[in-house]
């Protein structure tokens, strides 16, 4: 079986690596490229611990195939920090506990994202629904629901100023 | 020993402790670095897989492995022939041993028969397909009140009846009786002006960790191993797997890596056992991390019940008698969930009469494990939703006729003992002032109120505080950090060494690093390492005043600590500024070398704990489906160490109660087999799905902590079940016997109130 | 000092199907060995778990845990948690 030569971008930085066909981009990204901060919770796209994006659209990593990544850009949690400074969701995830063991927290980080950066002044039933494809078995929500909240007001604060 | 430490509670004023800083795991845990149980690397290391039983229960006749041995890259495949019976006897860990991997008999859907371990994952899939296992399929039992019948399969064929006088010696699926109580049930039922007898079924559900079991296993031909493995317990999988094995306790090192959710499902061994009999085959690491399918197959679940709960009371409110006999599904493993069951039933309430009989039955589903407060929401589901029925029946409110008979300092409770301080007349009154209490309900809107309880427990636990020359402390401790717990211990040694929690890091040591510590179990992590850190603690505080008093050159009598510093006492000494612990830790390579302070101690007393939930929902007649609109958790956490970590302890385990009554659920076909093994049709509560719950500590101090702590994090799934049950009730004048009450059984329930 | 000590249901059979049993002890200790040297049945139940309250403060591990005269003892199964 001859692996697939991909070059794709991940957080910015160009990438190289080659991958059987059948291999999917999770495990690309933990496996070839040292990116663990996806996690495999299910393997079926039913709990959200792999979410990354695809050109800005919020994925599954677990159901698109490493093949895939070739020509596009892909963001994880691990790029979602501006060098030493965290970005606000990031911060108020902990200043408000919103994660107990944190296995699910890359995961609710790149869908909190995705959803802030279409709509940066959601509801709470829209949090909600934006991240009803992540589980959580520790938290109930109630915590990271009001760290985006909170992530959100901030980022807006500080996108006013910028105007 | 823990003898010399007095553990009794002292009231005072906190610096630090209640404070609600940001835990030291917090940025590993939000950029992806932090290591979960897969996310370790070791040179050389393999995939590998296990092959499963598809049969609930079947004969292996034959299996054949040689196809499998062949293939390129295969380095190492084992049955239960590579795991030869070291138990000596004892079938507790026969039973665990068995567990692991099948030996003449298929015991349920998923149980393990071989294990591969390849070059890589696509080999080992290719390998496991090659191992042709021949079964003999058996008749099954899945179901606890079938599994009951004289003509049901049999399960384990050693297996006798105990608790039961004049038993038969005769095969049975029954493993236990367990009986608590006191008084005279009859004459008590006789006193009742109302009695209400009801029956109940609770399907069985799983923990639901987000994190699959995972490790990774290097051992070497000398005997030597290491594990890395997500668990609530390395100490305890260390010796488990060091003695089905056959190594050295001390030569198997077990790092608990940062784990993604326990709930108790995480404090036994499933497959780590294999990881390193495969290892120790090919001589090279292997990692092992299982499906979600695996997962719900094989791992976890909790029982499954069914039971008879009957309550009697006076026009007064006065419960005169209360009894129960539940029928709980063990799975394939005898052990004592249901007497757990029988113990907490009743243990809310001051009944002069009261029996609680418990059934712990096998059946051909996976071995049971423990679920946050094992065993007592299902029971609470009955009796709760009978309590609300007496209370409607005599036109009492719920809350008062609960604070009528709820148990106090000085009432026997319905396990046996006598309680000390404990909390839940203070719950009640808490709910009874809750603004909740008075929110307004619109049409097919109903609230429901129920109380629950749990034990808690303490156990073996070690901690090492070490201090540094710069005058930071590093805090080593054995129970793992479920959930923030990291946080909770430094603020301890940062309260009784008078420093700021930023000058504390507390780490989980792994198993070469300290002594034994007991799973973090039983709510146990925060009061039992909260213990052993405030001694380890007081002992580097009596060497750093022998540092100091050499440094005055004065005696060591004549130095307090106060406040984070050494203070000379005494008219003589006036003239000696205070030494801080870092001026003292400076000066310590001369002073007699590194300050350190260790403790062990067997944590015992956790000190039980009550909480009493409201909830309001809304269900649809026409779909069955029930929404949670407002939720409020009220319970007592003896002293909230970081309060915020406390929320998030009650908040998660109202939300696995919400799961547990609406959706969750075991399928099994008529098969036997598992039907619903994935998070899409085992379907756990989403974001969308949930109000914000709101919480309310209480503090009632534990009189056997020195902080007052008790376990907080398991009580608050109990009372979820049966408070949605009765919110059901008063919603749409249905009252459900059958959890979840999924939107089928709500439509079957009100097809049939419509046809009545 | 001699304690009145009331056993649960789930260890009567082991103590002869007795509910409440006298024993003279100084500790947790004191009492398991007493017990099992009288009832030899109950050695087993000590090693497969059990748990001693006193004045409803559960000790499952503690065997050096002093019984104070008049204390209320109540022993039951050991038990375990999620």
Known sequence: MAGIHVSTTVNGDPVEFVCPPGEVLLDSLRNRLGLIGAKEGCGTGDCGACSVTVDDRLVCSCLVLGAEADGREINTVEGMADGDKLHPLQSKFIEHAALQCGVCTPGFLVAAKALLDRNPDPTETEIRYALAGNLCRCTGYDKIVRAVQAAAKEMRKAKGKKK | MSLDHDTSYTNQDFKVVGSRPERPDGIDKVTGRARYGADAFAPGQLAAGVLRSPHAHAKIKKIDTSKAEKLTGVKAVITSKDLPDLTGGNRQQFDILENCMARDRALYDGHAVAAVAAIDADTVKAALKLIKVDYKVLPHVTDVDEAMKPDAPIVQPHLRTSGVPDAPDVPTNVHQRSQFGHGDIEAGFLEADVVIEKSFKTEQTHQGYIEPHACLATVGPDGSGELWVTTQGHYSYRNMCASLLGMDIAKLKVTSSEIGGGFGGKTHVWMEPLALALSRKANRPVKLVMTRDEVF????????????????????????????????????????????????????????????????????????????????????????????????????????????????????????????????????????????????????????MACGFWFNFGGQTCSDLNIGVDGTVNLAIGTVDVGGSRASMSLIAAEELGIPYEQVKCNVADTGSLGHNDTTEGSRGTFSSGMATIFAARQAI???????????????????????????????????????????????????????????????????????????????????????????????????????????????????????????????????????????????????????????ILEIPNPNHPYGIRGVGETSIVPPLAAIGTAVSNAVGVRLDHVPMSPPRILAALKAHRAS | MTHLVRVSGALRDALGGADMVEIEADNIRDLLNRLSERYPAFAAQVDAGVAVSIDGQIFRDNRSQPIDAGAEVFLMPRLEGG
């Open chain 2, 542 to 696: 009596g060497e750093l005043r022998e540092r100091a008093a050499k440094m005055w050159d004065i005696s060591v009598d004549d130095v307090v600590w106060e406040e984070g510093e050494a203070r000379a006492t005494g008219i003589e000494n006036s003239n000696l500024p205070p030494l801080s612990l870092r001026e003292i830790a400076a000066k310590s390579p001369t002073t007699g070398g590194p300050i350190a302070g260790h403790n062990e101690v067997v944590a015992d007393n956790a000190g039980v704990s009550f909480a009493s939930h409201i909830c309001d929902v809304e269900v649809d007649a026409e779909t069955g489906a029930t929404r949670v609109l407002r939720y409020t958790v009220v319970q007592d956490a003896g002293k909230a160490i970081h309060p915020t970590y406390v929320e998030g302890q009650f908040q998660g385990a109202a939300a696995q109660g919400i799961g547990w009554a609406l959706n969750e659920e075991y399928i099994y076909g008529e098969d036997g087999r598992l039907q619903n093994p994935g998070f899409l049709d085992y379907r756990i509560p989403v974001c969308s799905d949930l109000p914000f719950i709101d919480t309310e």
């Open chain 2, 297 to 448: 197959r094989s791992t976890g679940p909790t029982c499954a019940t069914s039971m008879d709960i009957k309550i009697g009371a006076r026009r007064d409110g006065t419960i005169t008698a209360a009894s129960a006999d539940l029928r709980y599904n063990d799975g394939a493993y005898p052990s004592i969930w249901g007497m757990l069951g029988a113990m907490t039933s009743f243990a809310c309430y001051d009944i002069a009469n009261v029996q609680s009989v418990a059934w712990d039955v096998l059946t051909n589903r996976s071995k049971v494990a423990a679920y946050r407060a094992p065993s007592a929401p299902m029971a609470a589901f009955g009796v709760e939703s009978v309590m609300d029925l007496i209370a409607d029946e005599i036109g009492m409110d719920p809350v008062d006729f609960r604070l009528k008979n709820c148990a106090k300092e000085g009432s026997r409770a319905s396990y046996g003992p006598v309680y000390g301080p404990i909390g839940i007349e203070a719950t009640l009154q808490a709910v009874k002032k809750h603004p909740h209490m008075k929110a307004k309900l619109g049409p097919n809107q109903g609230r429901g």
